[in-house]
């Protein structure tokens, strides 16, 4: 009777292990096949995640290239007329002046003679001058309207509004 208990226990050890081992086998089956279920749901929802940041990075790049075109071509504009301006400037076409109020004032020699104020007089500003005004006219024109294109992609692209 020993042999058959020892028999016994060793049969129902070798069956515990290899119902354990077949149970570990099945969970670790079902556990892979939950876990490759969770990995594709991931990369799923990255892949998405990608293609919606492509999408707004395009859509970013297409806003700022259509603003860059914009102010782009309006610098050059008024570049052009600047350089217009100045070339008409120096060869004498245009001039520019401000309005002059001289006072009353006898001429040396012709004491009969006086000056009277007059707002409708002019004087010409020295070339030299005039040149600098323009300088600094076309610079903050420059500054304007590129502080009106960064306040356009603040708006248009960093906020989002239109």
């Not at 556990?31 to 999408?55: C, F, G, M, P, S």
């Not at 217009?84 to 009353?104: E, F, H, T, V, W």
């Not at 010409?124 to 009106?148: V, Y």
Request: hydrophobic share 40%; aromatic share 4%.
């Amino acid at each position: 009777m020993p042999g058959t208990l020892r028999q016994k226990v060793l049969v129902a050890f070798l069956a515990l292990v290899v119902a354990f081992s077949a149970g570990w086998k099945v969970q670790g089956w079902r556990l892979t096949i939950k876990h490759e279920k969770y990995r594709r749901e991931q990369a799923e929802a990255l892949n998405e995640a990608r293609d919606l940041v492509d999408r707004l990075e395009s859509l970013y790049r297409n806003k700022v290239a259509t603003i860059d075109a914009r102010y782009t071509k309006e610098l050059k504009d008024a570049q052009a007329e600047n350089d217009r301006l100045r070339a008409d400037l120096q060869r004498g076409a245009i001039r520019l002046s401000i309005p002059a109020k001289c006072p009353a004032t006898s001429v040396p020699g012709n004491p009969g003679t006086t000056g009277s104020t007059n707002a409708t007089s002019r004087a010409d500003i020295d070339e030299r001058a005039a040149a600098e005004i323009l300088t600094l006219t076309e610079r903050g024109d420059k500054a304007i309207r590129q502080l009106s294109a960064l306040q356009e992609y603040v708006r248009s692209v960093c906020i989002g509004g239109e």
